[in-house]
């Protein structure tokens, strides 16, 4: 880069600027010095700006994550029991987990309301494989072996009591009994010998605790990767500025009471409506399985990782973006009304809790490659 007083100085006589020409004998005479020295002064002032910069950006950074981490933590790289899975018993429980065959009419899978590709296609219900909607909206099965109970009143303790239940709602899978579903899956050869090598110690392998078993394990493969675990493992630019600004007011405002730890969620039951009524009351939440008056309207939290491509929201899938989930969370749990800016910078943020490989293909109804 070469600065040319020449030309500045042409400029400044054509403006009729008096001082600045009376200065010309003296910026031609000081010309080839400049000139010379300028672009590495530049160059160095660049350098410093920037040095500057990124010093006091990776001290915002990491104070940031101080404070983050002490009520947030990096999602861990395996599920609790995944030391017990094998590779075989996770291949048929994947197999088992997108096969119809497990609904009573051959019409639905797992995978039909707990998409592992992406994005789900329902909105707030999913249809049972009779056309009835379910009782509620279908969470993600990402990351679900993280959390501390399974649906959304806890009922199951478990994946593997999870993946029993739906094949055998008549308003989800519809099985009429279980020795229907293990009679289907006997009469497949693949399945045989699938069962056969997950289960070599068995006497008999078609079990539905064997069938459940098998989902899980597959389940427990679907561990997610973001961008915010890079930034709380140290990594200072893995958060964009507007990220960083909406995890701070995420802590600021208090989201992070119910949504913490390596989930943000999924590790406690909150009443939801808790400083302002939730206009849905026909739902009592936890307390239709206690029987506990103090249950009512309590509901598992929900986790947060991968917010951004599970939409609809709530247990009842009443929210149909996730900014107007936010704003809703933020007054009806902390009676603080967001503005459209505040509510934007933690949506910001909530997009770096997306699976890295899941959000460059956000609509693909395609199962992970594991």
């Known amino acids: 880069m070469e600065f040319c007083l020449a030309c500045w100085e042409r400029f400044c006589y054509a403006a009729g600027n008096p001082r600045l020409n009376m200065q010309r004998a003296f910026a031609f ?62 291949r048929l429980g994947r197999k088992l987990y ?29 249809l049972g494989a009779f056309g009835k909607p ?41 099985m009429p009994a279980e020795a229907v579903l293990l009679k289907r899956l006997r009469a497949s050869w693949n399945y045989r010998y699938r069962f ?62 119910c949504h913490n730890g390596p989930g943000l969620g999924g590790n406690s039951f909150q009443k939801i409506g808790l400083k302002n009524p939730y206009a849905n009351t026909t739902d009592l939440g936890r307390a239709k399985i206690t029987g506990n008056e103090a249950d009512r309207f309590k509901f598992k939290v929900s986790p947060l990782r991968n917010v951004a491509l599970t939409q609809p929201y709530f247990h009842d899938g009443q929210a149909g973006t996730l900014m107007e989930a936010i704003r809703q969370m933020a007054y009806l749990q902390l009676d603080k009304e967001l503005t459209r800016d505040e509510a934007g910078s933690i949506e910001a943020f909530f997009h770096s809790l997306s699976d890295q490989r899941r959000a460059l293909r956000p609509h693909s109804g395609l199962p992970a490659q594991q």
Not at 111 to 120: D, F, K, L
Not at 204 to 222: G, H, K, S
């Open 134 to 174: 379910t009782e509620r909206n279908s969470p993600t099965v990402l990351n679900a072996g993280f959390q501390f109970a399974q649906f959304w009143d806890g009922r199951a303790a478990d994946l593997e009591s999870q993946a029993r239940e739906p094949m055998l709602n008549p308003d989800e899978m519809g």
């Open 29 to 90: 005479e000081e010309d080839a010095r400049f000139r010379k020295f300028f672009p590495r002064l530049f160059m160095i002032g660049i350098s410093v700006s920037i040095t500057t910069s990124s010093v006091a950006a990776a001290t915002d950074a990491a104070t940031l994550r101080a404070r983050a981490l002490e009520v947030l933590a990096p999602l861990p790289t395996k599920m609790p029991g995944a030391e017990n899975d094998t590779l075989v018993l996770m």
């Open 98 to 126: 997108f096969d119809k065959r497990l609904s009573a009419n051959d019409t639905i899978s797992c995978n039909t309301c707990h998409e592992t590709g992406s994005r789900a296609t329902y909105r707030g219900q999913s």
């Open 196 to 257: 056969a090598q997950s289960f070599p110690d068995t006497a008999e392998p078609f079990t539905i605790a064997n069938v459940t078993r098998a989902i899980a394990a597959y389940e427990r493969t679907l561990v997610t990767h973001d961008r915010f675990d890079d930034f709380l493992k140290g990594s200072n630019y893995s958060l964009s500025r507007a990220e960083r600004k909406g995890l701070e007011l995420f802590l600021d405002r208090g989201c992070a009471q």
